[in-house]
């Protein structure tokens, strides 16, 4: 697996998938490669393929908050799979019960505190997810942060009706 950003560039600026490319097309090379690196979508990850020959790609920090993109790679590159759109009732009912199960395997205690950072995962990809999310984040008891959550999705749900 190979990383388009070097280590110096951390999580800022673009990968560059040419060095990618180059390894990849290098006769000496013989092993599958895998290609990592802004891949945020479908046609982001058809394009690795197309324009780079890679025999896979992999998928990081693009997913956090956004289960649903591994879906509409696997759709887009014709393995099949379950390109679920993420309307509004679907993040909902993702999102809730991704906390539930967050609770039920961290205990309510350390579930609030760790489960903050995924809610800020999701919430950043909604519209007004922003503005809601310092009270979220400050919650102190599970069934605080689970309200808040759920009041807000319920908020966002009947606003994109």
């Known amino acids: 697996t190979i990383h388009g950003r070097p280590r110096a560039q951390m999580y800022r600026g673009e990968a560059d998938w040419t060095l990618i490319g180059a390894v990849k097309n290098n006769p000496a090379i013989r092993i599958p490669i895998i290609g990592n690196g802004d891949v945020d979508s479908g046609p ?45 009732r679907e993040r909902r009912r993702v999102v809730l019960r991704h906390l539930e199960k967050h609770y039920a395997h961290y205990g309510c205690e350390q579930g609030v505190r760790t489960a903050r950072k995924h809610i800020a995962h999701y919430l950043k990809l909604i519209p007004g997810g922003s503005d809601a999310l310092p009270a979220i984040l400050r919650a102190q008891t599970s069934d605080d942060q689970f309200g808040l959550t759920d009041a807000f999705f319920q908020r966002y749900c009947e606003e994109a009706a």
């Open 44 to 88: 982001k990850a058809r394009e690795m393929f197309d324009r780079y020959g890679v025999d896979g790609v992999m998928i990081g920090r693009a997913s956090y908050g956004n289960p649903w993109l591994f879906g509409a790679v696997s759709a887009r590159l014709g393995f099949g799979g379950w390109a679920v759109e993420a309307t509004p």
